[in-house]
């Protein structure tokens, strides 16, 4: 590991006066310092922002909530505001990895976590993440493709986004709020949108500009209907989604009078499922339905060799969620 220099940011104006280049902000540094000892990033200047913003949750008009950047996923996730308001995010929460991990992640971290394509991580072969205009090793003859993308992937990159909150976050319509470092740059950014899909520029995770700094997320009030989120992984803890879904269904008399469907482990960025949403709105509450619904998403994926299984996966898991929901 390279050395580097560290501070600790008072709040969201000493982070942003401490950035420059080749800085990085450091939350509970679970994600960050893997990648700093693998060789993958290097900065020179490490801010901690663990006490530069809110490791609070707040309630907000209307019964939604005011999640702090700095809040402990463990911490989120044992929330009674969480748990009963919006128990398909204390799910996911619970989901995205072991207690210890829990203990030290932070909301904002989880969300601007990095891929863990094999080929983004092992600094000896080729990634345009990493190193833009290298070529993507991922597409080669005979690479490890069983966990990339099988939507919303370029030329440039196949990675999927590991975040399981940010799937769940994604359904609710969560809204991300940042600050620059003039007033005028705060920003309030809506979820699906703080990611996004590679193109010819797959460096960049998120939307956000240098230096901008994640200080809270917003929870919307609690939408009509039954929500959850199931992951599909190869252990039962400690792994990242194969394919996740996070669903909000309400039905009346019968049908579906409004649906919010999110897909994990299979993009760039956490996958909003607007055609199945439309396939599904007015329509009978029935496994045909929910069949046609995920048929009308996936009909635009584009699965790698070795990777084709997700396309079934999430076939299959997407009606299985909503007749649960519907039961």
Same mark, same amino acid.
């Given at each position: 590991?390279?050395?580097?220099?560290?501070?600790?940011?008072?709040?969201?104006?000493?982070?942003?006066?401490?950035?420059?280049?080749?800085?990085?902000?450091?939350?509970?540094?679970?994600?960050?310092?893997?990648?700093?000892?693998?060789?993958?990033?290097?900065?020179?200047?490490?801010?901690?922002?663990?006490?530069?913003?809110?490791?609070?949750?707040?309630?907000?008009?209307?019964?939604?909530?005011?999640?702090?950047?700095?809040?402990?996923?463990?911490?989120?996730?044992?929330?009674?505001?969480?748990?009963?308001?919006?128990?398909?995010?204390?799910?996911?929460?619970?989901?995205?990895?072991?207690?210890?991990?829990?203990?030290?992640?932070?909301?904002?971290?989880?969300?601007?976590?990095?891929?863990?394509?094999?080929?983004?991580?092992?600094?000896?072969?080729?990634?345009?993440?990493?190193?833009?205009?290298?070529?993507?090793?991922?597409?080669?003859?005979?690479?490890?493709?069983?966990?990339?993308?099988?939507?919303?992937?370029?030329?440039?990159?196949?990675?999927?986004?590991?975040?399981?909150?940010?799937?769940?976050?994604?359904?609710?319509?969560?809204?991300?709020?940042?600050?620059?470092?003039?007033?005028?740059?705060?920003?309030?950014?809506?979820?699906?949108?703080?990611?996004?899909?590679?193109?010819?520029?797959?460096?960049?995770?998120?939307?956000?500009?240098?230096?901008?700094?994640?200080?809270?997320?917003?929870?919307?009030?609690?939408?009509?209907?039954?929500?959850?989120?199931?992951?599909?992984?190869?252990? /039962?803890?400690? =792994?990242? &989604?194969?394919?996740?879904? +996070?669903?909000? #269904?309400?039905?009346? @008399?019968?049908? %579906? *009078?409004?649906?919010?469907?999110?897909?994990?482990?299979?993009?760039?960025?956490?996958?909003?499922?607007?055609?199945?949403?439309?396939?599904?709105?007015?329509?009978?509450?029935?496994?045909?339905?929910? /069949?046609?619904? =995920?048929? &009308?998403?996936?009909?635009? +994926?584009?699965? #790698?060799?070795?990777? @084709?299984?997700? %396309? *079934?996966?999430?076939?299959?898991?997407?009606?299985?969620?909503?007749?649960?929901?519907?039961?």
């Amino acid at each position: 590991m390279r050395s580097f220099a560290y501070s600790r940011a008072a709040d969201p104006a000493d982070a942003l006066d401490a950035f420059r280049r080749d800085s990085a902000y450091l939350g509970g540094g679970t994600n960050l310092v893997d990648l700093m000892r693998l060789g993958v990033t290097a900065p020179d200047n490490l801010i901690d922002v663990t006490g530069a913003t809110s490791g609070q949750v707040d309630e907000r008009p209307g019964g939604g909530l005011l999640i702090g950047a700095a809040v402990r996923n463990a911490d989120l996730a044992a929330d009674r505001r969480v748990r009963e308001r919006y128990p398909m995010l204390a799910r996911a929460v619970l989901d995205g990895a072991s207690g210890q991990v829990r203990n030290m992640a932070t909301v904002a971290g989880n969300l601007l976590q990095r891929t863990r394509c094999p080929y983004f991580q092992d600094v000896g072969v080729a990634c345009n993440k990493r190193s833009p205009g290298s070529g993507c090793q991922a597409l080669a003859p005979g690479a490890e493709t069983v966990n990339l993308a099988i939507l919303g992937q370029s030329e440039a990159c196949v990675a999927t986004h590991p975040s399981d909150m940010a799937v769940a976050l994604t359904a609710l319509g969560a809204t991300i709020h940042t600050c620059g470092p003039a007033a005028s740059e705060d920003r309030r950014i809506p979820m699906p949108g703080l990611h996004r899909l590679p193109g010819a520029s797959p460096e960049r995770d998120t939307v956000l500009a240098p230096g901008e700094l994640v200080t809270a997320v917003e929870l919307p009030p609690p939408p009509p209907g039954r929500s959850t989120y199931r992951k599909v992984r190869e252990r /039962a803890s400690f =792994a990242f &989604a194969l394919v996740s879904v +996070a669903a909000i #269904l309400e039905v009346a @008399e019968g049908t %579906v *009078t409004s649906c919010r469907l999110a897909l994990g482990g299979v993009a760039h960025a956490p996958w909003r499922c607007h055609r199945a949403e439309q396939a599904l709105a007015g329509q009978p509450a029935t496994a045909g339905s929910y /069949a046609r619904a =995920a048929e &009308a998403e996936l009909a635009a +994926a584009r699965p #790698l060799p070795g990777n @084709e299984y997700k %396309v *079934t996966l999430a076939r299959n898991l997407m009606p299985a969620v909503l007749e649960e929901l519907s039961a």
